[in-house]
């Protein structure tokens, strides 16, 4: 389990947490969803030592001294399990949905209650996604199941409407900044800033990218100004891109465009409609680009990303004959 931070993003989710254990409507079933890098893992490590402790303060966290928290931090609490891809990008298998079920029959041996936790809980077959609705259909007294999601709309909506949803929010770009300065004070603004474009605005993500984020982000903008010019070639920088994260590089894309359509709009004079198109179907292009991304389909990300070039630099060679038309 890893030991509270201090996020301050997380402030309203957990006191939402807190009305609901105050008023005796603690769910049976919580997911918690969230980008990567906000610190979901970390809000539902601290949820789980409090719905196990036996003596949690008045903000309903835990003790940390109980043998319920002693043994949560060995790691050798009889009344938690967590499960988790056995691999990373792996599904979670249907096996390891069985076995949960067949431990949650079990009666608690320490505390009140019984506590699950499924990471990646949008990774997984049909089949696990049948066994797990069985589980939640029929929850266990005093049993909390925990789910964690980067990409809620993966899941079934036979799942989600069964669970109580909790969203961990992106904080602001300021109080992102903050917190990252505050705690590692070893990159710039500029550079934090940088690295919050490549990481859609989650702290952690960013400080998590570090060094090879900035050069991420210095090769993705010289790129993406080839792009714009429509002098790029596609099959060569796709190649070079997939030392990256792709779904980083087309956040840094996504709130470069986002900048630009925000500094046309605000010009004293009028953008024509036509120009402000072509930057919208670029916007329309990424996020499709993202979604398929994201799904759990097996794409060829090289083609994929070679696909996106070509569609961004026909829009680039729309918006320089409008422009031309313009003067």
Known sequence: MMANVDYSWHQKPWQHLQAMQQQGRMPHAL????????????????LIASLL???????????????????????????????????????IKVDQIRDLKQSQTLMPKVSRGKVVLISAADQMNISAFNSLLKLLEEPQPESVLILLSENRQQ???????????????????????????????????????SLLRVSHGAPLAA???????????????????????????????????????????????????????????????P???????????????????????????????????EDFMVTVMQHADQLHQLKETQR
């Open 31 to 46: 997911l918690i969803s969230g980008i990567a890098g906000v610190g979901k893992r970390a809000f539902a490590d601290r």
């Open 53 to 91: 402790c036996s003596q949690t303060n008045s903000g309903f966290d835990a003790c940390g001294h109980c043998h319920s928290c002693q043994l949560l931090a060995a790691g050798s609490h009889p009344d938690y399990k967590a499960v988790s891809p056995e691999e990373p990008g792996k599904q």
């Open 155 to 193: 899941l079934p909506i036979t799942i989600k409407s069964r669970c109580q949803t909790l969203a961990i929010p992106t904080p602001d770009k300021e109080a992102a900044l903050a917190w990252l300065q505050h705690t590692d004070m070893s990159f710039s603004e500029d550079e934090w800033l």
């Open 207 to 269: 400080m998590a990218a570090g060094e090879a984020g900035l050069q991420q982000s210095r090769q993705v903008t010289h790129d993406i100004a080839l792009l714009m010019q429509a002098k790029a070639n596609p099959v060569q920088m796709a190649a070079d891109w997939q030392q990256f994260d792709l779904k980083s590089v087309l956040y840094q894309i996504q709130q470069m465009m986002q900048t630009k359509i925000s500094n046309l709009l605000i010009r004293d004079e």
């Open 271 to 305: 953008v024509p409609g036509v120009i402000l198109r072509q930057y919208w179907a670029i916007m329309d292009c990424i996020s499709n680009t993202i979604k398929l991304i994201s799904s759990q389909n097996n794409l060829n990300k090289i083609l994929l990303i």
